[in-house]
C-alpha cells in the first residue's frame, strides 16, 4: 500500500476521532524510565542522531529540547540531530518512507516515539498490537541495516485526564474515555519495551514519567494544568521537557555537565572538562565555559508553556543537568554564593559534598546563551520538516512519472542533501564560550 494512502487515510482518522475523544481518570502507576541495556554502546562523539515520531515530534519541542542538550551539555563531542516528525503517522507508516525520508541522512543515533496513533484512540486489540509490535521490529531491523548503532524505541507518552475528551461540552465523559485509551497507550508502551528487549536495543518510557508529573502537577495546580496539551494529545512545553527527560534517559546520558572545585585555604580552583578557570583569589572564581547547564524558561510556573513549572515533578536536573559547585576550606556553618547576579546561602556541609548550580539558580549567566542555541536549534528544525515531507519525500514519485529525468532528480536529490549537510553545524557553532564569576562569602 502507498504511504502516502495510508497516511492521509490516519490523518483523516486522527482528526475525526481526536476531536471527539475524552481524558483519562484512572492513572497508571509510573514506571521508572530505563537506561540502555548492557550491550548497548550509548552515544560516541560525533553522533548524529535522529528523532524519529509523528505529530507529537513534528511538534519541533522534544526533539528541540533534546538536540540544544546535546549540543551545549554536551555528553558526548560534536553530537548533532535530525527530526523526522510527521503529523498523523503510525510505525507502518514511518516503516514505509524510511528509504526515501530516512536512510539519505546516515543518523547513528536514533529515536522513535509511535503509538498515539497506532492505539487508534479506542480499546487495544490483538491485531493493533501485532501490527504495532511488527512495524517498531521493522523499524529497528531496518536502521541497524542502514549503520544506526544506536536505536532507542520511544513508548507513546498519555493523553490528559481533563483535555482529552469527545465533546467539550460534557466533559464528565473524560473519565471513562481517558481511561479507556491511557490503557490501549499503557498496552503499546509494553510491546515498545518487549520489542527493545527483543532487538538488544535501549528503550524509553515516555508513558510513565508523563503520567506521574500529570498526576502531580494536577494535585498542585489544578485540573486546568495540563501535561498532554490543550486537546490532550499535543504536549506543551512542560510536557515537552518530560519526553525530553525520557529520552535523554534511554540515550544513556550520565548527566554530568561539569563541576568547579574551590579550595578556599589555596586560594585556588579547578574546573572539569570544559570549564577552565581563568582566576581564583579571596573566593572569587572566574570561569570561562564551552559546555553549558540545561536552561528553562517561563515565570508563570501554572502555565504549561513554562518549562520551570514542571521541574518540582520530573528529576530532570537531578539525573540530567548536574552542573556542582564544590567548596573546600569554609570555616563557618554557612556561606553565600553568587553566581549570575543572584545570591543564595547554602550550608558548609552541603557546599563541601556539592551543590547543583544549575538546579538552584534557574536565572543564571547561560540563560541567554543556551536561549540563543535554542533558537538555531529550532531555525534548524523548521526547515527539516519540508526537506523531509514534501522535498524528498517527493522525489520517487517524480522519478516513476518522470523516468528519462532520474538523473536530473538524483542529482536534486544530492543537492538538497547537499545543502542541509552543513546545518547541523550551525547549532554546534553557536555554543559560544561563556565567562561568568562564582563568589563565595562567608
Known sequence: MRIRSITGRLRRTTLRRAAALACWAAVAPMA?????????????????????GDSITEQKQYSVFVETYLAACQPAKGLTATQFGWGGETAPGFLGRMTSDFVPFAATVATTCY???????????????????????????????????????????????????????????????????????????????????????????VFGPMTDAMVKGKAKYGPTYHLAGGDGVHPDANG????????????????????????????????????????????????ESTRYPFCFYGGDLKSPSSTRGVLEFVPFNADLNRYTLVVKGLKGDKAKVTWGGQTKEFSSADLAKGVNLAGEFLDNPFSEPFKAVQD???KKQAFETPLVKTLLHNLPDYEKALPDEKDALAKLRAALLAKYKPMPATVTAAVKPVRHMIKIEE
Open 240 to 287: 515537552h521537557l518530560v519526553m525530553a527527560y525520557a529520552f535523554l534517559k534511554g540515550l544513556g546520558v550520565d548527566g554530568n555537565v561539569g563541576a568547579v572545585t574551590v579550595d578556599l585555604a589555596a586560594n585556588a580552583a579547578t574546573g572539569t572538562d570544559g570549564h577552565k578557570v581563568l582566576a581564583a583569589a579571596g573566593g572569587t572564581v572566574e570561569v
Open 115 to 205: 503509538g498515539m496513533n497506532d492505539g487508534g484512540y479506542s480499546p487495544i486489540d490483538d491485531a493493533k498490537a501485532k501490527r504495532y509490535r511488527d512495524a517498531q521490529t521493522a523499524i529497528v531491523k531496518r536502521m541497524k541495516a542502514a549503520g544506526v548503532r544506536f536505536v532507542v524505541v520511544g513508548s507513546p507518552g498519555c493523553v490528559d485526564t481533563d483535555f482529552f475528551r469527545r465533546d467539550a461540552k460534557n466533559p464528565q465523559q473524560a473519565g471513562e474515555l481517558s481511561a479507556m485509551y491511557n490503557k490501549t497507550l499503557d498496552a503499546l508502551r509494553q510491546v515498545a519495551k518487549e520489542v527493545a528487549e527483543k532487538e538488544g536495543v535501549a528503550y524509553a518510557d
Open 376 to 378: 538555531a536549534v529550532r
Open 32 to 52: 521508572p524510565a530505563a537506561a540502555p541495556a548492557a550491550d548497548v554502546a550509548g552515544l560516541r562523539d560525533g553522533d548524529h542522531v535522529a528523532v524519529v
